[in-house]
């Protein structure tokens, strides 16, 4: 919704640059992306699914399988993972878990979430827990904000870092908090516990090009939703409404009126996830 502190990264190893639909790209030595041809307002150019693998494992991790309907995709990514020693799901969105039941189909691999609805053939994720697969040392972080269930995973492999940031930090632009699951105040403890846990780590985010360094984008996410509740408040106080009161919608154009329309419906989602912020300080 506003523009990104960093540049796109530069041409990854295997030569080619995001977007890059149909081919696999290298992003580090353990881990490529294939990208989904499913763009819109939300997806930014598509979803993600990344590939992770320690150079010479004779298996794959794969993060996010994409969503349902996208068949050529689905094949793609088995067909350059290989053998599927486990899925990864970030979190419950469509466009991350839609074609995670034919992936199943097509690899057999055991699938593992933070919630029980989206683990199959495996206990779900717990929290700080650490995996060993593919060649990788893979640590759990449950970042709660864009929704309940979202789930960051740090990837080390020879003293190499990278994090898998689902929607929770995207590679361009800023995300949505959910308001379904989603909180602000989960959303601002997480990105805190990014910065902590994983500020050098190379930012692998599940829509938009790849980051050299966490660091500095969590801590521009931070500033941005301080802003715009800045703006929040402002706005309510020339309506005259208390957070209970306002409608999200004269909020949003209080507040987003130097935005696209088109992502105004977006834009009310954040909104009452930050009135309802405001209604719990
Ligand atoms: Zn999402």
């Not at 090009?209 to 966490?214: K, S």
Request: net charge positive; aromatic share 6%.
């Amino acid at each position: 919704m506003s523009s990104h502190p960093l540049s796109d990264t530069e041409e990854t190893p295997s030569g080619a640059s995001h977007p890059a639909y149909g081919t696999v790209r290298e992003v580090t030595p353990f881990a490529s992306v294939l990208l989904c041809r499913n763009p819109g307002v939300m997806e930014l150019d598509g979803t993600n699914t990344w590939i992770l693998r320690a150079p010479g494992s004779p298996t794959a991790v794969v993060v996010d399988p994409g969503p349902a309907k996208h068949g050529a995709h689905r094949r793609a990514v088995a067909e350059a993972a290989g053998d599927v020693e486990l899925v990864l799901i970030t979190h419950r969105h469509h466009d991350h878990v839609g074609a995670s039941k034919k992936f199943r189909k097509l690899t057999g691999a055991p699938q593992r979430a933070y919630s029980d609805v989206y683990s199959k053939g495996a206990p779900r994720l717990r929290d700080r827990e650490v995996i060993h697969a593919a060649g990788l040392r893979i640590t759990v972080m449950h970042t709660p904000g864009h929704t309940a269930d979202s789930t960051s995973f740090l990837v080390e492999w020879e003293g190499r870092r990278a994090v898998l940031t689902g929607d929770t930090i995207l590679g361009r632009g800023t995300t949505v908090l959910d308001p379904a699951d989603g909180t602000l105040a989960d959303y601002f403890h997480s990105l805190n516990r990014l910065i902590v846990d994983a500020s050098d780590a190379v930012v692998l985010p599940g829509h938009g090009p790849d980051h050299a360094e966490l660091g500095p984008i969590a801590r521009y996410y931070k500033q941005h939703r301080e802003e715009r509740l800045e703006q929040i408040r402002d706005a309510l106080d020339r309506l005259g409404v208390t957070p209970k009161e306002a409608k999200p919608m004269k909020v949003v154009r209080a507040v987003y009126a130097d935005v696209d329309k088109k992502l105004w419906p977006a834009a009310r989602m954040s909104v009452k996830t930050q009135l309802h912020y405001l209604r719990s300080l």
